[in-house]
């Protein structure tokens, strides 16, 4: 029997955010932090969590700070960044599962953007493992060849018109990634437009962060991804470049499937296939 619980957590740059923790009936062999990607609220993953914990993981799940249950004001008051996400949001989440347990090892799982910012998160080298899942560089000339015209737009177009005129990126009335700080948006897109993506816009301090990093990460990627490419793939775990890598391609036929994709992977019907035979693997 798993069970699960909301909180609400202080962080240290002076807001909340909504979590959700669930706990396995018994004994705990790690705590697992998802961190999501870039516009997903935490209800998305939901189900994974559930079954982790019904393996015998505590699990944590979160928004970030303007997303989700975690957007409490107008976002057009709010100046956050992706790094206060990553220095805050992900550091409370950190925090709050050590002390629940400092025994159990804690193992990070990032989806997306949730696998991009590890090298940000002060408290990085607390982690014991990482997996990410459908994460690489979001440069854009590495995307695939049929999202370059649409992020194209995105970055040149829509992106800095719409924040210039809104106060915020309108991304559920533009059909794109979803309602976004401005600061969000607009740090986003500067890496987008970096051939070295966060990397190459935050500095040398920030590229000898990702590179100390020791953590062994795990990837897992699909090779039917829509946004992700192999080369943003390979590009993105790159910037850890002292981190022993384990770097699994997927095709959805490797697991019986017509279409796995960017977001396929957290869902239930993969509980038997991806869940199983890849992501318990990667934690064991």
């Given at each position: 029997?798993v069970?699960?619980?909301?909180?609400?957590?202080?962080?240290?740059?002076?807001?909340?955010?909504?979590?959700?923790?669930?706990?396995?009936?018994?004994?705990?062999?790690?705590?697992?932090?998802?961190?999501?990607?870039?516009?997903?609220?935490?209800?998305?993953?939901?189900?994974?969590?559930?079954?982790?914990?019904?393996?015998?993981?505590?699990?944590?799940?979160?928004?970030?700070f303007?997303?989700?249950?975690?957007?409490?004001?107008?976002?057009?008051?709010?100046?956050?960044?992706?790094?206060?996400?990553?220095?805050?949001?992900?550091?409370?989440?950190?925090?709050?599962?050590?002390?629940?347990?400092?025994?159990?090892?804690?193992?990070?799982?990032?989806?997306s953007?949730?696998?991009?910012?590890l090298g940000?998160?002060?408290?990085?080298?607390?982690?014991?493992?990482?997996?990410?899942?459908?994460?690489?560089?979001?440069?854009?000339?590495?995307?695939?060849?049929?999202?370059?015209?649409?992020v194209?737009?995105?970055?040149?177009?829509a992106?800095?018109?719409?924040?210039?005129?809104?106060?915020?990126?309108?991304?559920?009335?533009?059909?794109?990634?979803?309602?976004?700080?401005?600061?969000?948006m607009?740090?986003?897109?500067?890496?987008?437009?970096?051939?070295?993506?966060?990397?190459?816009?935050?500095?040398a301090?920030?590229?000898?962060?990702?590179?100390?990093?020791?953590?062994?990460?795990?990837s897992?990627?699909?090779?039917?991804?829509?946004?992700?490419?192999?080369?943003?793939?390979?590009?993105?775990?790159?910037?850890?470049?002292?981190?022993?890598?384990?770097?699994?391609?997927?095709?959805?036929?490797?697991?019986?499937?017509s279409?796995?994709?960017?977001?396929?992977?957290f869902?239930?019907?993969?509980?038997?296939?991806?869940?199983?035979?890849?992501?318990?693997?990667?934690?064991?």
């Amino acid at each position: 029997m798993v069970r699960s619980e909301s909180r609400i957590l202080a962080t240290q740059g002076g807001y909340e955010i909504a979590a959700r923790i669930f706990r396995p009936d018994g004994a705990v062999r790690a705590s697992v932090l998802i961190a999501s990607a870039m516009g997903v609220s935490q209800v998305f993953y939901a189900p994974l969590a559930t079954w982790l914990a019904s393996e015998g993981f505590r699990v944590a799940t979160f928004d970030y700070f303007g997303t989700g249950e975690s957007r409490t004001v107008s976002l057009r008051a709010l100046t956050i960044t992706i790094s206060d996400w990553a220095i805050f949001d992900c550091e409370a989440m950190i925090a709050e599962l050590l002390k629940e347990s400092r025994s159990a090892p804690l193992y990070w799982l990032g989806h997306s953007l949730g696998g991009q910012i590890l090298g940000l998160v002060p408290s990085r080298d607390r982690i014991a493992k990482a997996v990410t899942v459908a994460c690489g560089s979001g440069y854009w000339l590495e995307n695939p060849p049929r999202l370059k015209w649409r992020v194209w737009w995105l970055w040149y177009v829509a992106a800095p018109i719409s924040m210039s005129v809104l106060g915020y990126f309108p991304g559920k009335r533009l059909r794109k990634v979803g309602d976004l700080p401005k600061g969000v948006m607009a740090q986003w897109r500067r890496w987008c437009l970096n051939p070295n993506y966060v990397i190459g816009v935050e500095g040398a301090g920030i590229r000898a962060q990702y590179a100390a990093l020791t953590t062994p990460i795990t990837s897992l990627s699909f090779v039917d991804d829509e946004y992700m490419s192999a080369k943003n793939i390979e590009s993105l775990h790159g910037f850890y470049r002292n981190a022993p890598r384990t770097m699994i391609r997927i095709a959805p036929t490797d697991v019986s499937a017509s279409r796995i994709g960017h977001f396929g992977f957290f869902n239930e019907r993969f509980r038997d296939s991806l869940w199983q035979r890849y992501l318990l693997q990667a934690l064991a």
